[in-house]
């Protein structure tokens, strides 16, 4: 059960709402709208096959808007910034550069952005996060921002989105079933003692395992059946790899704070709590998104290892 480099990027959620016709049933969820023409949606997600390398989850152009849909197992208030960077991206695909320069005003879709939000860390229904929120001076009025709609669709939450998204609703009790089949799993192998290394193929058989059972219970329950028993061995390899993810991340937030501090005070983020948990976010979102899993794998064990790849980021970004 292999997967190629490229497609490790990809979530179950990217790859459920591909589909044009479940994609439009979102859109006409979270817009409380009844449109029924999936072929009027034009795709514009980034796939990372350009010279800049890019890769968003979802962007699309509809009824005169450019809806940007990203999918977070993380609060991370970065993603303004993220998001300013696809936006920016996709228009520069759409619009020609030539016309910028014109004396008459173009026409542009309405940007929307919009990030579903699934982990495990607490976070209320609906969470705004601003670019402007990110800026070194603090302005009344700042002279660009963007602003991100985060929405959990965690169980037991939005439920009126949920009523009205039967593949949102579908998707969050999946979620909902691989981790509880995770956790037993877990509590049936408590010999081992950090389930997220996947330097060990047993415990990534055991999450494996986990996750298929987790499909089985769904395809025999009719949720998500159809994409389940189509997708169900890339689902389950994207599902190792997002748990694994997912888990760095909390428990990134839970125990490692302290070294998060140090470390972001030697690098220049300054000192204390928040801007060590600040400082130790914005360096794994760069490895997550570079495809660099075993580095926050080893990262994490191996406080050394940490420092050098801080010195890697802040060189990467001083290039930049």
């Not at 037993?184 to 997220?196: L, S, V």
């Not at 190792?240 to 704070?257: D, N």
């Not at 690098?267 to 130790?280: M, P, Q, S, T, V």
Request: contains cysteine; negative net charge.
């Amino acid at each position: 059960m292999k997967i190629d480099n490229q497609k490790y990027k990809d979530t179950v959620f990217r790859k459920l709402f591909h589909d044009k016709r479940r994609l439009l049933e979102l859109y006409n969820g979270v817009n409380h709208s009844n449109y029924d023409n999936p072929d009027d949606l034009e795709i514009t997600t980034l796939e990372g096959n350009t010279f800049l390398n890019m890769k968003n989850d979802l962007s699309f152009i509809f009824d005169y808007e450019l809806s940007l849909y990203e999918h977070q197992s993380s609060p991370c208030p970065n993603i303004p910034l993220r998001d300013l960077e696809y936006v920016a991206s996709i228009y520069k695909r759409i619009v020609p550069t030539e016309e910028t320069y014109k004396s008459h005003a173009i026409s542009i879709p309405t940007p929307r952005f919009i990030t579903f939000y699934n982990g495990t860390i607490k976070l209320e229904d609906v969470k705004i996060y601003k670019l402007s929120d990110l800026f070194a001076k603090k302005t009344d009025n700042p002279e660009l921002d963007l602003i991100v709609k985060v929405i959990n669709i965690n169980e037991g939450h939005n439920k009126e989105l949920m009523e009205d998204c039967k593949t949102l609703k579908e998707y969050s009790i999946f979620v909902s079933k691989v981790r509880k089949c995770i956790k037993e799993a877990k509590e049936r192998n408590k010999e081992m003692n950090d389930i997220i290394d996947m330097n060990d193929i047993t415990q990534k058989e055991v999450v494996s395992s986990a996750i298929s059972r987790a499909i089985d219970e769904c395809i025999s329950e009719n949720i998500l059946k159809d994409f389940l028993l189509e997708n169900k061995e890339e689902v389950i390899e994207m599902g190792v790899l997002g748990y694994s993810a997912e888990r760095h991340l909390q428990v990134i937030q839970e125990e490692s704070y302290e070294d998060g501090v140090k470390a972001g005070y030697d690098k220049g983020y300054g000192n204390g709590y928040d801007k060590g948990e600040k400082a130790l976010a914005e360096l794994y979102d760069w490895l997550f998104e570079n495809n660099r899993v075993s580095d926050v794998q080893k990262a994490n064990k191996d406080s050394k290892y940490r420092k050098d790849l801080f010195d890697e980021y802040i060189a990467s970004k001083n290039k930049n």
